[in-house]
């Protein structure tokens, strides 16, 4: 996947999608696959807005069944067997779990029944499906059980816990960039930071989207048939908010990535005490925990991550979760985005603004809120494109994304254990399975090329994921290897040696000057914000603190 300006000089595309988080690179995605020429284009790097403000569940419908809609029920278990057929390296089976003190509907009696019903809708889950990605049945376990997996619980009045099974991404940015990858085998241009700036209408359809590379600082038009919007809160920027009526209300999001709280590899949930009850959701990532999600109004039509929001919000966490002692120093790194709410809360679902709905009559505007069901709405909006462009959509369609063509993932990883054992730690390989899956062996050949140049196991791995990422996967600053290509900078080791290492490599490979590569260096260091550093424990950032 190159990033090509040329490509699309002369070209009249079917599609224009902005906007390349989760939504639009879906929508990229079903558009390709039914044969439509699209641009795709990104005023950052694909999948780092919104997209990057994720708890990583892959929800199969629990939440949607406690208020009884059956239909998104339905639609959540479909899409989480989805992702798990066309991404089987990056999404698996996650055990979830829900303490009940025995209060209201939080009682043994009504989550029994709530888990059976739950079961049945989604008796077909393991159809079809590898053993590695089959669900077990729910279930109740007892009080002493769910204490000794999760001792920071309250444990007066607790009755014990319900038990099923979710689905879990491990690295929902290069889910992204899978879908993206996908749609680009075919007739999808894919271009990150390139800005929609304007517009040419002529009776009352858009001609052209006129951008701006913001890499280059060049103006060009790209001319289209039809443009489906999926910006998000970029809505309101100035060429949304005289295109649409994608305006309304917002609200910011907040989910902490802290200290390992707990050894499970779990999800647990719990709803806090008091008149507002809402529900906080502790789950297991790498060596972290990841703790969400809290919401807060925009200031001024903007949304800053303070240091009184982050603690605010684990006083909260702490109330729910009374012996978890979380504090701020336990704060390692912030996911944070803005996404629509309607009455001061979160939108539970998706809205698809139709051409009908709009006085420009090739446009449409999708505006996402649930990370599982991006899929599914990707394939609603094409089939509403079907009597325009005549074509036929066939509704089920599970062709593996790139990254993810593997049959069985147990087998695939016996095979790189024995292929490349006695080369790297097994550790290590796995690792690069969970995150590159059936691309894995070019990392592998390219780890090899620097080793014979000298590099130690390590350290040619991550030259080697550096190299993909530049050259491959269309990274152009050292963000987007290190927290979007990569997840290198959410490891224990991340610091401020792995950060110059890189940065050289880059510098090497993409010719940067020297004040270029600095000012790289700080865009990194400017993904956390001063709290954040003041309150790291370890020493991987002090030398730049000083």
Not at 236 to 258: A, C, D, K, P, R
Not at 353 to 379: F, K, P, R
Not at 382 to 399: A, C, E, G, Q, Y
Request: proline fraction near 2%; hydrophobic fraction near 40%.
């Amino acid at each position: 996947m190159k990033r090509s300006l040329d490509s699309i000089n002369n070209t009249e595309f079917d599609v224009v999608i902005i906007g390349a988080g989760i939504y639009g690179s879906s929508l990229a995605w079903s558009c390709s696959r039914v044969g439509l020429k699209v641009c795709l284009i990104e005023k950052h790097d694909f999948g780092s807005g919104v997209s990057a403000n994720s708890h990583r569940l892959i929800y199969g419908g629990l939440q949607y069944l406690m208020d009884l809609d059956f239909l998104s029920t339905i639609q959540s278990k479909n899409e989480r067997k989805r992702l798990m057929k066309i991404a089987p390296h990056l999404v698996n089976p996650k055990k979830c779990i829900l303490p009940f003190y025995n209060k209201g509907l939080n009682r043994k009696s009504v989550l029994w029944l709530g888990l059976k019903v739950f079961d049945f809708i989604s008796f077909d889950r393991n159809i079809d499906m590898e053993n590695s990605k089959k669900i077990g049945a729910s279930k109740i376990i007892s009080k002493s059980k769910t204490v000794a997996s999760f001792p920071f619980l309250l444990k007066k009045d607790l009755g014990g816990s319900a038990v099923w099974s979710d689905s879990f991404c491990n690295n929902t940015e290069r889910l992204v960039l899978s879908f993206i990858k996908t749609a680009t085998r075919k007739k999808t241009i894919a271009l990150n930071y390139v800005e929609a700036v304007n517009y040419e209408i002529i009776n009352n359809e858009i001609k052209a989207v006129k951008v701006k590379d913001l890499i280059s600082g060049n103006l060009f038009d790209i001319n289209t048939k039809f443009v489906i919007n999926s910006s998000g809160y970029e809505s309101n920027s100035l060429f949304v908010s005289n295109l649409s009526h994608n305006t309304g209300e917002w609200i910011g999001g907040i989910n902490l990535v802290i200290s390992k709280l707990y050894d499970k590899d779990f999800t647990i949930g719990l709803r806090s005490p008091g008149k507002d009850s809402k529900m906080y959701v502790a789950t297991s990532w790498n060596n972290f925990t990841i703790i969400g999600t809290e919401w807060y109004n925009l200031d001024s039509n903007n949304f800053e991550v303070t240091e009184d929001k982050c603690l605010q919000f684990i006083e909260k966490f702490n109330k729910t979760f009374p012996n978890a002692n979380v504090s701020g120093n336990d704060i390692l790194y912030v996911f944070s985005g803005i996404i629509p709410a309607r009455d001061g809360k979160a939108l539970k679902k998706e809205r698809i603004l139709a051409e009908s709905e709009h006085e420009i009559s090739n446009l449409i505007d999708v505006i996402g809120v649930q990370y599982t069901t991006a899929a599914g709405v990707s394939e609603k909006v094409v089939k509403m494109l079907s009597k325009r462009f005549d074509f036929t959509w066939i509704s089920k369609n599970f062709k593996q994304l790139v990254g993810g063509e593997i049959k069985d993932l147990n087998e695939f990883i016996k095979y790189y254990y024995n292929t490349w054992g006695n080369r790297y730690p097994k550790k290590l390989i796995r690792n690069v399975i969970n995150n590159y899956g059936s691309e894995s062996e070019n990392i592998f050949q390219y780890a090899e090329e620097f080793r014979r140049k000298g590099s130690d196991i390590d350290e040619s791995i991550l030259f080697a994921k550096v190299f993909f990422a530049v050259e491959n996967e269309m990274a152009l600053k050292l963000t987007d290897v290190i927290f979007r290509r990569t997840n290198i900078g959410f490891t224990n080791e991340f610091g401020e040696i792995q950060i110059e290492k890189i940065a050289k490599f880059m510098q090497q490979r993409c010719n940067w000057t020297e004040l270029r590569m600095k000012n790289e260096i700080a865009g990194v260091y400017s993904y956390y914000p001063d709290f954040i550093k003041k309150w790291t424990r370890n020493n991987n950032f002090q030398q730049s603190e000083n």
